[in-house]
């Protein structure tokens, strides 16, 4: 006969088993990261109870640590704020991608009252378990007063294996936005391709139509990109673009849109713009390239300008077709006429 305590293990071990059968099967039945990442916390919640549970991502441009799920106190307080990697007990398992158990957090050095504390308010004991991917940290799941003196080590022994299901979605994740990317992205120059604009057109179009929105198209033409080509190269001709693409990125709205159309023509869409704000905004880039040089070897720097065209929804058009012709229409009669100038339809 069984006894009693070796009952409920085994009904802990089928609890842990089924938790670990149905993240399993979430992971190869949908892509959804939110959704693969929400039922992993949620089941941590359900065995661990912590006051408090966080799963953070690292941001590795800004090597920071953001909160991509929060759930307990001070869990809508905290859904915004950012941890500098290394600062704190969760920024030090994020650099180091060790664990970190502490059942007295006043009592550990690493344990920062201006980062930890300023987050929790109530913090006690803390669990942090980091992701990892090939020895990456790829974020850190933190539990707040979930236990007293110690830890056990089966609980540990099972986050950090819900930890790993948690880094093979996150890396899912990423290899598909990376695919997707691949599709929708300009080799050269990095900016969106033609592909992508006509699908974003289309929804920019609906969505104008639906609010009432004002939205503009910018074509532009590189002047004399030929020459580029034929004096210093076809390699330095794709320099000049991808030059081109980053500074076109640099002196847009986080609305705003670049595409690289084809050949030297690019378009921006510039989403809740009139023509007039558009024009100013053409303008302001040709005026850029007007100062701007570009080295593209050591001892190989250029100067390009390039010609501008503009159309705008309602005011000149309301369909994609007649949109691109107008604006591309307007940026040949500069082309043609003068160069190095802007032009509405």
């Known amino acids: 006969m069984l006894t009693q305590d070796q009952i409920k293990e085994l009904e802990k071990k089928v609890e842990e088993l089924s938790i670990f059968h149905q993240v399993g099967k979430a992971l190869t039945s949908t892509l ?7 039922l992993i916390m949620g089941k941590i919640s359900e065995l661990l ?13 800004r090597q920071e640590l953001h909160f991509q799920i929060a759930i307990g106190k001070d869990a809508s307080r905290i859904q915004d704020l950012r941890v500098k990697i290394g600062d704190g007990l969760v920024g030090w398992v994020a650099q180091s991608g060790e664990v ?30 980091p992701m990892k991917s090939k020895e990456h940290t790829l974020g850190v799941i933190e ?16 986050l950090t294996s819900l930890a790993d299901y948690a880094a093979i979605a996150i890396e899912n994740a990423m290899y598909v936005k990376r695919i997707q990317e691949l599709t ?30 004002h939205f503009a198209l910018v074509f532009f033409d590189l002047d004399r990109f030929k020459f580029v ?16 693409g980053n500074l076109v990125k640099q002196h847009l709205r986080d609305i705003d849109t670049a595409y690289r159309y084809g050949g030297d023509e690019f378009i ?25 040089s570009i080295k593209l070897e050591e001892s190989v720097t250029v ?43």
């Open 184 to 213: 929708i992205t300009d080799d050269c120059t990095n900016l969106y391709n033609s592909r992508y604009f006509n699908y974003m057109i289309d929804a920019e179009l609906s969505r104008s139509k639906r609010y009432n929105y």
């Open 32 to 38: 959804d990261l939110q959704e693969v990442l929400a």
């Open 100 to 129: 970190a158990i502490v059942s007295d957090v006043t009592q550990d050095p690493r344990f920062s009252p201006q980062i930890d504390g300023l987050i929790h308010p109530h913090i006690k004991s803390v669990v942090c378990v």
């Open 229 to 244: 080509n034929d004096t210093h190269g076809h390699l330095c001709g794709s320099r000049l673009l991808r030059e081109i």
């Open 303 to 345: 100067s390009i300008t390039a010609s501008f065209g503009v159309a705008s929804f309602p005011t000149d058009a309301t369909s994609k077709v007649e949109l691109v012709r107008l604006a591309d229409q307007a940026m040949y009669r500069v082309k043609n006429r003068t160069r190095n100038a802007v032009e509405a339809n």
């Open 143 to 158: 539990l707040i007063n979930c236990f007293e003196e110690t830890f056990p080590p089966e609980d540990l022994s099972m």
């Open 268 to 292: 921006l869409m510039l989403p809740q713009t009139t023509k007039e704000a558009a024009l100013f905004v053409a303008q302001r880039l040709c005026d850029l390239l007007n100062r701007t």
């Open 49 to 61: 109870k912590p006051s408090t549970w966080s799963l953070l991502l690292t941001d590795e441009k």
